[in-house]
């Protein structure tokens, strides 16, 4: 039996019981580094995934993540400190089930992991998913699509190099990262298109092309098509999943910033378009590109988001070597 369909069980068990308020729990199948019980608050009733990390002490109640859809809550059975996930009661049922699955599938592939370093990456996956429900628990636009595919396609373009932890731990777009990544002293913004009529970048905000953090600063643009020789984008998922099976840490890592950019295996199948690379091209965010800026503007102007048409501006073929270079990294 799937270990969902204990907690399924065990939910309609506890709704057949018709308790007043508090607690139930019953003992599911654990996993060798967290034990869990199904469980149901009532009044509500509120289903609920609670899991024991043995570890010493607890993140404050005020410091658990929370989202809309459901809480994170600290409850005691049997002397003992445990996590509780419970269901809004205006909650999706269907999304709260795959965000149990999701952690399930963290807790399994962490096997050997245990204490805190467990419970910091179980409460990483959790702030991913309060993300994830922020930005509408909606499959993702054809928009947003193109430009996680950018952004994953220059990802692994790093991983090629054989930079698996500067690939991961420096993409900060889903981080709400002012550009997508920040590597050595560096940024790099990926923008995206599978336009055939120019190159038409959205800026986000008046910091998004400023250098006054990081510089040098570098502009990557990937230009996709649509082919039947191309991939999808759960595809290429699939493909820095395999590339990073081997580095647990940095796999859960990639996986919560997955989350974070609004992709849920769910919609999988809603992601079919088949896209190649035509081109990547690099731009050098420097005096000469067109930008708007804090920096160039009136103080008076406090946001703005803007386009512009990089397609008439000088660019050459993307030298991430050359890049790396410039931004102090070495391979």
């Not at 009044?43 to 995934?49: L, S, Y």
């Not at 807790?107 to 992991?113: D, H, K, N, S, Y």
């Not at 600063?217 to 290429?236: C, E, R």
């Amino acid at each position: 039996m799937k270990l969902i369909n204990e907690f399924v069980d065990a939910w309609k068990t506890f709704e057949a019981s018709k308790a007043q308020n508090g607690w139930q729990v019953i003992p599911v199948s654990s996993f060798s580094n967290c034990g869990l019980m199904a469980g149901m608050a009532f009044p509500g009733p509120r289903e609920a995934a609670i899991f024991n990390f043995e570890v010493t002490t607890l993140p404050r109640a005020e410091l658990l993540p929370s989202g809309k859809g459901f809480s994170v809550e600290h409850v005691e059975v049997e002397g003992k400190k445990w996590i509780a996930l419970a269901k809004s009661e205006d909650g999706s049922p269907d999304l709260y089930v795959a965000m149990l699955e999701n952690l399930f599938s963290l807790l399994e592939v962490m096997g050997a992991t245990k204490g805190d370093v467990l419970l910091h990456s179980f409460l990483d996956r959790v702030s991913a998913w309060q993300d994830f429900m922020k930005k509408g628990r909606q499959s993702l636009t054809i928009e947003s699509q193109t430009g996680l595919f950018g952004e994953l396609s220059f990802l692994k373009d790093l991983l090629d190099l054989g930079l698996k932890e500067e690939a991961i731990k420096t993409w900060d777009g889903p981080l709400d990262g002012l550009q997508d990544f920040h590597i050595g002293f560096g940024a790099i913004e990926v923008k995206s298109t599978v336009s055939q009529d120019g190159f038409i970048a959205k800026i986000g905000s008046l910091d998004q092309l400023s250098d006054s953090t990081y510089k040098p600063l570098y502009l990557v643009g990937k230009k996709l098509g649509i082919s039947p020789a191309g991939i999808s984008l759960p595809m290429i998922i699939d493909e820095i999943r395999t590339e990073l099976g081997g580095d647990l840490s940095l796999l859960s890592n990639f996986e919560s910033r997955l989350l974070r950019s609004g992709y849920l295996d769910m919609h999988s199948g809603a992601y079919d378009r088949l896209l190649v690379i035509e081109k990547s091209l690099m731009y050098e965010v420097d005096q000469d590109f067109p930008r708007l800026t804090p920096q160039l503007l009136n103080p008076l102007i406090k946001s703005a988001r803007y386009e512009i048409d990089i397609s008439s501006l000088p660019a050459k073929a993307l030298d991430l070597k050359e890049i790396l270079n410039k931004v102090g990294v070495s391979i």
